[in-house]
Protein backbone atom coordinates (compact mmCIF):
# COMPACT_ATOMS: atom_id res chain seq x y z
CA UNK A 1 0.00 0.00 0.00
CA UNK A 2 1.46 3.10 -1.02
CA UNK A 3 0.75 5.95 1.23
CA UNK A 4 1.13 9.98 -0.05
CA UNK A 5 1.37 13.11 1.82
CA UNK A 6 -0.74 16.36 2.05
CA UNK A 7 0.68 19.35 3.10
CA UNK A 8 -1.34 21.63 5.66
CA UNK A 9 -0.85 24.45 2.75
CA UNK A 10 -2.67 22.56 -0.12
CA UNK A 11 -5.50 22.20 2.16
CA UNK A 12 -6.01 25.53 3.46
CA UNK A 13 -5.61 26.64 -0.09
CA UNK A 14 -8.53 24.70 -1.13
CA UNK A 15 -10.58 25.54 1.51
CA UNK A 16 -9.41 29.41 0.03
CA UNK A 17 -10.59 28.51 -3.05
CA UNK A 18 -13.95 27.00 -2.08
CA UNK A 19 -14.67 30.23 0.51
CA UNK A 20 -14.23 32.25 -2.31
CA UNK A 21 -16.31 30.55 -4.48
CA UNK A 22 -19.28 30.39 -1.53
CA UNK A 23 -18.53 34.81 -1.05
CA UNK A 24 -19.21 34.86 -4.80
CA UNK A 25 -22.43 33.04 -4.96
CA UNK A 26 -23.66 34.47 -1.48
CA UNK A 27 -23.49 37.61 -3.04
CA UNK A 28 -25.97 36.68 -5.88
CA UNK A 29 -27.99 34.83 -3.78
CA UNK A 30 -28.69 38.07 -1.09
CA UNK A 31 -29.48 40.16 -4.20
CA UNK A 32 -32.00 37.26 -5.17
CA UNK A 33 -33.44 37.41 -1.97
CA UNK A 34 -33.67 40.80 -1.81
CA UNK A 35 -35.09 41.79 -5.00
CA UNK A 36 -36.52 38.45 -5.97
CA UNK A 37 -35.27 37.98 -9.45
CA UNK A 38 -32.47 35.77 -10.99
CA UNK A 39 -28.70 37.43 -9.82
CA UNK A 40 -27.32 36.66 -13.30
CA UNK A 41 -30.87 36.03 -16.26
CA UNK A 42 -28.32 34.99 -18.77
CA UNK A 43 -27.58 31.91 -17.10
CA UNK A 44 -30.43 31.46 -15.31
CA UNK A 45 -33.00 32.04 -18.65
CA UNK A 46 -30.56 30.63 -21.24
CA UNK A 47 -32.49 31.10 -24.69
CA UNK A 48 -34.96 33.25 -23.04
CA UNK A 49 -32.75 35.83 -21.33
CA UNK A 50 -33.42 37.83 -24.81
CA UNK A 51 -37.01 38.67 -24.56
CA UNK A 52 -36.25 39.47 -20.25
CA UNK A 53 -33.57 41.77 -21.74
CA UNK A 54 -35.76 43.30 -24.52
CA UNK A 55 -38.56 43.75 -21.78
CA UNK A 56 -35.94 45.41 -19.37
CA UNK A 57 -34.61 47.85 -22.36
CA UNK A 58 -38.34 48.63 -23.41
CA UNK A 59 -39.33 49.44 -19.68
CA UNK A 60 -36.06 51.72 -19.38
CA UNK A 61 -37.44 53.32 -22.65
CA UNK A 62 -40.93 54.29 -20.92
CA UNK A 63 -39.46 55.39 -17.73
CA UNK A 64 -37.08 57.94 -19.14
CA UNK A 65 -40.85 59.55 -21.30
CA UNK A 66 -42.30 59.61 -17.84
CA UNK A 67 -39.42 61.70 -16.16
CA UNK A 68 -39.66 63.90 -19.69
CA UNK A 69 -43.26 64.17 -19.52
CA UNK A 70 -42.69 65.41 -15.44
CA UNK A 71 -40.40 68.15 -16.88
CA UNK A 72 -43.14 69.29 -19.47
CA UNK A 73 -45.51 69.10 -17.10
CA UNK A 74 -43.83 71.08 -14.78
CA UNK A 75 -43.48 73.51 -17.30
CA UNK A 76 -46.30 73.55 -18.65
CA UNK A 77 -47.83 73.77 -15.15
CA UNK A 78 -45.74 76.92 -14.67
CA UNK A 79 -46.91 78.74 -17.47
CA UNK A 80 -50.60 78.27 -16.98
CA UNK A 81 -49.84 79.62 -13.84
CA UNK A 82 -47.97 83.08 -15.92
CA UNK A 83 -50.82 82.89 -18.48
CA UNK A 84 -53.22 83.37 -15.48
CA UNK A 85 -51.68 86.59 -14.10
CA UNK A 86 -51.04 87.70 -17.57
CA UNK A 87 -54.86 87.78 -17.83
CA UNK A 88 -55.46 89.09 -14.70
CA UNK A 89 -53.63 92.19 -15.74
CA UNK A 90 -55.34 92.40 -18.50
CA UNK A 91 -58.45 92.00 -16.49
CA UNK A 92 -56.98 94.74 -14.53
CA UNK A 93 -55.93 97.45 -17.57
CA UNK A 94 -59.67 96.90 -18.77
CA UNK A 95 -61.50 97.77 -15.94
CA UNK A 96 -58.93 101.20 -15.43
CA UNK A 97 -59.35 102.10 -19.50
CA UNK A 98 -63.09 101.19 -18.99
CA UNK A 99 -63.23 103.80 -16.25
CA UNK A 100 -60.85 105.98 -17.80
CA UNK A 101 -63.45 106.76 -20.61
CA UNK A 102 -66.25 107.18 -18.67
CA UNK A 103 -64.06 110.08 -17.13
CA UNK A 104 -63.79 108.78 -13.50
CA UNK A 105 -59.70 108.57 -13.56
CA UNK A 106 -57.41 110.98 -14.22
CA UNK A 107 -54.74 110.52 -17.34
CA UNK A 108 -51.83 110.23 -14.76
CA UNK A 109 -53.54 107.33 -12.91
CA UNK A 110 -54.17 105.20 -16.30
CA UNK A 111 -50.71 106.03 -17.47
CA UNK A 112 -49.19 104.98 -14.53
CA UNK A 113 -51.53 101.59 -14.19
CA UNK A 114 -50.23 100.99 -18.15
CA UNK A 115 -46.75 100.80 -16.90
CA UNK A 116 -46.93 98.75 -14.37
CA UNK A 117 -49.02 96.17 -16.39
CA UNK A 118 -46.28 96.59 -19.05
CA UNK A 119 -43.54 95.91 -16.51
CA UNK A 120 -45.19 93.17 -14.62
CA UNK A 121 -46.04 91.44 -18.08
CA UNK A 122 -42.31 91.81 -19.51
CA UNK A 123 -41.49 90.22 -15.68
CA UNK A 124 -43.47 87.87 -16.65
CA UNK A 125 -43.13 86.37 -20.44
CA UNK A 126 -38.90 86.78 -18.86
CA UNK A 127 -39.69 84.03 -16.56
CA UNK A 128 -37.44 81.07 -16.25
CA UNK A 129 -38.15 77.45 -15.11
CA UNK A 130 -34.54 75.07 -14.70
CA UNK A 131 -32.73 77.44 -16.48
CA UNK A 132 -35.23 77.69 -19.97
CA UNK A 133 -37.63 80.40 -20.41
CA UNK A 134 -41.03 79.74 -20.45
CA UNK A 135 -42.00 82.02 -23.46
CA UNK A 136 -39.17 81.64 -25.59
CA UNK A 137 -40.69 78.89 -27.80
CA UNK A 138 -37.29 76.93 -28.70
CA UNK A 139 -34.76 79.59 -28.51
CA UNK A 140 -35.29 78.30 -24.48
CA UNK A 141 -31.72 80.34 -23.89
CA UNK A 142 -33.02 83.35 -25.30
CA UNK A 143 -34.75 86.43 -22.96
CA UNK A 144 -37.92 86.72 -24.84
CA UNK A 145 -39.21 90.18 -24.26
CA UNK A 146 -37.00 93.11 -24.76
CA UNK A 147 -38.07 96.24 -21.50
CA UNK A 148 -39.90 99.14 -23.47
CA UNK A 149 -38.73 101.26 -20.13
CA UNK A 150 -35.00 101.24 -20.89
CA UNK A 151 -34.48 104.22 -23.41
CA UNK A 152 -31.56 102.07 -25.60
CA UNK A 153 -34.10 98.94 -26.19
CA UNK A 154 -34.49 98.35 -29.66
CA UNK A 155 -38.55 98.28 -29.35
CA UNK A 156 -38.40 101.67 -27.24
CA UNK A 157 -36.37 103.19 -30.49
CA UNK A 158 -39.04 101.62 -33.16
CA UNK A 159 -41.83 103.21 -31.35
CA UNK A 160 -40.24 106.65 -31.06
CA UNK A 161 -39.19 105.79 -34.85
CA UNK A 162 -42.71 105.14 -36.18
CA UNK A 163 -44.15 108.49 -34.58
CA UNK A 164 -41.29 110.62 -35.56
CA UNK A 165 -42.16 109.31 -39.17
CA UNK A 166 -45.44 109.49 -38.45
CA UNK A 167 -46.15 113.06 -37.75
CA UNK A 168 -43.10 114.67 -38.25
CA UNK A 169 -42.01 115.28 -35.08
CA UNK A 170 -41.22 113.61 -31.57
CA UNK A 171 -43.73 112.99 -28.78
CA UNK A 172 -41.63 115.58 -26.42
CA UNK A 173 -42.70 118.51 -29.29
CA UNK A 174 -44.82 120.91 -28.52
CA UNK A 175 -47.00 120.54 -31.29
CA UNK A 176 -47.65 116.99 -30.51
CA UNK A 177 -50.32 118.58 -27.81
CA UNK A 178 -52.16 119.24 -31.38
CA UNK A 179 -52.91 115.93 -32.23
CA UNK A 180 -56.30 115.07 -33.37
CA UNK A 181 -58.51 112.27 -32.74
CA UNK A 182 -57.95 111.57 -36.57
CA UNK A 183 -54.67 111.34 -36.52
CA UNK A 184 -54.19 109.13 -33.35
CA UNK A 185 -56.61 106.79 -35.06
CA UNK A 186 -54.36 106.70 -38.08
CA UNK A 187 -51.01 106.31 -36.15
CA UNK A 188 -52.68 103.53 -34.01
CA UNK A 189 -53.36 102.10 -37.25
CA UNK A 190 -50.05 102.05 -38.14
CA UNK A 191 -48.63 100.91 -34.43
CA UNK A 192 -50.74 97.66 -34.66
CA UNK A 193 -49.62 96.68 -37.85
CA UNK A 194 -46.22 97.12 -36.82
CA UNK A 195 -47.18 94.71 -33.77
CA UNK A 196 -48.99 92.51 -35.64
CA UNK A 197 -46.27 92.66 -38.26
CA UNK A 198 -42.57 92.25 -38.65
CA UNK A 199 -41.97 94.88 -36.24
CA UNK A 200 -42.81 92.88 -33.48
CA UNK A 201 -38.94 91.04 -33.98
CA UNK A 202 -37.90 94.46 -32.12
CA UNK A 203 -39.96 93.24 -29.07
CA UNK A 204 -39.51 89.60 -28.90
CA UNK A 205 -36.50 87.44 -29.60
CA UNK A 206 -38.60 84.11 -28.82
CA UNK A 207 -39.27 81.92 -31.67
CA UNK A 208 -42.95 81.48 -33.22
CA UNK A 209 -41.45 77.34 -32.90
CA UNK A 210 -43.13 75.82 -29.69
CA UNK A 211 -41.69 73.15 -28.07
CA UNK A 212 -42.38 70.00 -29.11
CA UNK A 213 -42.39 66.78 -27.03
CA UNK A 214 -42.40 63.11 -27.44
CA UNK A 215 -44.92 61.80 -24.52
CA UNK A 216 -45.65 58.28 -25.60
CA UNK A 217 -43.56 56.03 -28.27
CA UNK A 218 -45.74 57.52 -31.13
CA UNK A 219 -47.11 60.41 -29.87
CA UNK A 220 -46.16 63.81 -29.56
CA UNK A 221 -47.56 67.41 -28.32
CA UNK A 222 -46.79 71.11 -28.27
CA UNK A 223 -45.75 71.49 -24.20
CA UNK A 224 -44.91 75.38 -24.40
CA UNK A 225 -46.39 78.50 -25.53
CA UNK A 226 -44.66 81.68 -26.80
CA UNK A 227 -44.18 85.45 -26.24
CA UNK A 228 -45.27 86.05 -30.24
CA UNK A 229 -48.55 84.89 -29.45
CA UNK A 230 -52.28 87.60 -30.65
CA UNK A 231 -52.49 88.76 -26.78
CA UNK A 232 -49.02 89.10 -26.05
CA UNK A 233 -48.69 91.32 -28.40
CA UNK A 234 -52.03 93.19 -28.26
CA UNK A 235 -51.36 94.18 -24.50
CA UNK A 236 -47.88 95.07 -25.09
CA UNK A 237 -49.11 97.50 -27.43
CA UNK A 238 -51.88 98.90 -25.77
CA UNK A 239 -49.64 99.35 -22.10
CA UNK A 240 -46.74 100.95 -24.22
CA UNK A 241 -48.74 103.32 -25.96
CA UNK A 242 -50.37 104.32 -22.76
CA UNK A 243 -47.26 104.89 -21.19
CA UNK A 244 -45.88 106.60 -23.99
CA UNK A 245 -48.25 108.40 -25.39
CA UNK A 246 -49.75 109.79 -22.13
CA UNK A 247 -46.87 111.80 -21.68
CA UNK A 248 -48.05 114.23 -24.02
CA UNK A 249 -50.91 116.71 -23.19
CA UNK A 250 -53.04 114.97 -25.37
CA UNK A 251 -56.39 117.07 -26.44
CA UNK A 252 -59.93 115.49 -25.31
CA UNK A 253 -59.95 113.81 -28.69
CA UNK A 254 -57.37 112.40 -29.04
CA UNK A 255 -57.19 110.95 -25.52
CA UNK A 256 -60.58 109.21 -26.23
CA UNK A 257 -59.24 107.78 -29.38
CA UNK A 258 -56.42 106.44 -27.51
CA UNK A 259 -58.76 105.01 -24.41
CA UNK A 260 -61.13 103.68 -27.38
CA UNK A 261 -58.38 101.86 -29.19
CA UNK A 262 -56.28 100.35 -26.21
CA UNK A 263 -59.62 99.13 -25.19
CA UNK A 264 -60.29 97.09 -27.47
CA UNK A 265 -56.65 96.09 -27.59
CA UNK A 266 -56.92 95.03 -24.02
CA UNK A 267 -60.30 93.19 -24.64
CA UNK A 268 -59.14 91.18 -26.82
CA UNK A 269 -55.96 90.31 -24.97
CA UNK A 270 -58.07 88.59 -22.41
CA UNK A 271 -59.82 86.60 -24.79
CA UNK A 272 -56.48 85.80 -26.37
CA UNK A 273 -55.12 84.69 -22.83
CA UNK A 274 -58.27 82.51 -22.13
CA UNK A 275 -57.95 80.75 -25.81
CA UNK A 276 -54.31 79.93 -24.99
CA UNK A 277 -54.47 78.88 -21.57
CA UNK A 278 -57.03 75.88 -23.08
CA UNK A 279 -54.55 75.02 -25.34
CA UNK A 280 -51.99 75.10 -22.42
CA UNK A 281 -54.74 72.99 -20.52
CA UNK A 282 -55.83 70.34 -23.22
CA UNK A 283 -51.78 70.22 -23.41
CA UNK A 284 -51.48 69.25 -19.65
CA UNK A 285 -54.36 66.46 -20.18
CA UNK A 286 -52.62 64.86 -22.25
CA UNK A 287 -49.12 64.21 -21.35
CA UNK A 288 -51.05 63.49 -17.81
CA UNK A 289 -52.96 60.90 -19.86
CA UNK A 290 -49.90 59.78 -21.81
CA UNK A 291 -48.12 59.22 -18.17
CA UNK A 292 -50.71 57.03 -17.31
CA UNK A 293 -50.59 55.14 -20.26
CA UNK A 294 -47.08 54.81 -20.05
CA UNK A 295 -47.26 53.76 -16.09
CA UNK A 296 -49.59 51.03 -17.21
CA UNK A 297 -47.26 49.79 -20.14
CA UNK A 298 -44.40 49.78 -17.68
CA UNK A 299 -46.21 47.70 -14.76
CA UNK A 300 -47.09 44.94 -17.47
CA UNK A 301 -43.36 45.08 -18.76
CA UNK A 302 -42.81 44.51 -15.23
CA UNK A 303 -44.89 41.08 -14.22
CA UNK A 304 -43.81 39.71 -17.30
CA UNK A 305 -39.87 40.29 -16.39
CA UNK A 306 -41.04 38.94 -12.79
CA UNK A 307 -42.37 35.50 -14.19
CA UNK A 308 -39.03 35.10 -16.39
CA UNK A 309 -36.73 36.32 -13.97
CA UNK A 310 -38.25 35.99 -10.57
CA UNK A 311 -37.29 33.07 -7.86
CA UNK A 312 -38.93 31.95 -4.59
CA UNK A 313 -37.78 34.46 -2.11
CA UNK A 314 -37.94 31.47 0.71
CA UNK A 315 -35.81 29.50 -1.29
CA UNK A 316 -33.27 32.21 -2.02
CA UNK A 317 -33.17 33.07 2.02
CA UNK A 318 -32.59 29.18 2.65
CA UNK A 319 -29.44 29.66 0.39
CA UNK A 320 -28.50 32.71 1.81
CA UNK A 321 -28.16 31.12 5.45
CA UNK A 322 -26.78 27.86 4.25
CA UNK A 323 -23.92 29.62 2.49
CA UNK A 324 -23.34 31.52 5.62
CA UNK A 325 -22.92 28.28 7.69
CA UNK A 326 -20.45 26.65 5.36
CA UNK A 327 -18.23 30.19 4.93
CA UNK A 328 -18.32 30.10 8.72
CA UNK A 329 -17.06 26.01 9.16
CA UNK A 330 -14.75 26.66 6.08
CA UNK A 331 -12.98 29.71 8.49
CA UNK A 332 -13.18 27.94 11.68
CA UNK A 333 -11.45 24.98 9.74
CA UNK A 334 -9.01 26.74 7.94
CA UNK A 335 -8.24 28.46 11.48
CA UNK A 336 -7.61 25.04 13.09
CA UNK A 337 -5.10 24.16 9.80
CA UNK A 338 -3.03 26.91 10.66
CA UNK A 339 -2.56 25.70 13.94
CA UNK A 340 -1.03 22.73 12.73
CA UNK A 341 2.68 23.01 12.88
CA UNK A 342 5.81 20.50 13.34
CA UNK A 343 7.11 22.71 16.01
CA UNK A 344 3.87 22.55 18.03
CA UNK A 345 4.14 18.26 17.63
CA UNK A 346 7.57 18.24 18.82
Known sequence: MKTSFISTSSISQTLRYQMMRMQVELADRQQEATTGRAADPGVTLGARAGVSFSMTRDMARLESLIDANGLASGRLAATQNSLDQLGGIAQDMLEALTAASSGDSEPQ?????????????????????????????????????????????????????????????????????????????AFLDDLEASFMGTGWADWSEASDQKITSRITLNETAETSTTANGPGMRKLAMATAALTDLMQIPLGDEALQTLYG???????????????????????????????????????????????????DPFEAATKVNDLLTQIETAYALTARIQQLSLLRYL
Do not use: C, W
Request: proline share 3%; aromatic share 8%.
Open 109 to 185: VIRASARQALSAMTSILNSNLNGEYLFAGINTDVKPLNDFTDPASPNKAQFDTLFSTHFGFAQSDPAAANITGAEMA
Open 261 to 311: RTTELVGAAVADFAHTQSEVGLAQTRVEEASERISSQIDLFNTLVTDLEGV
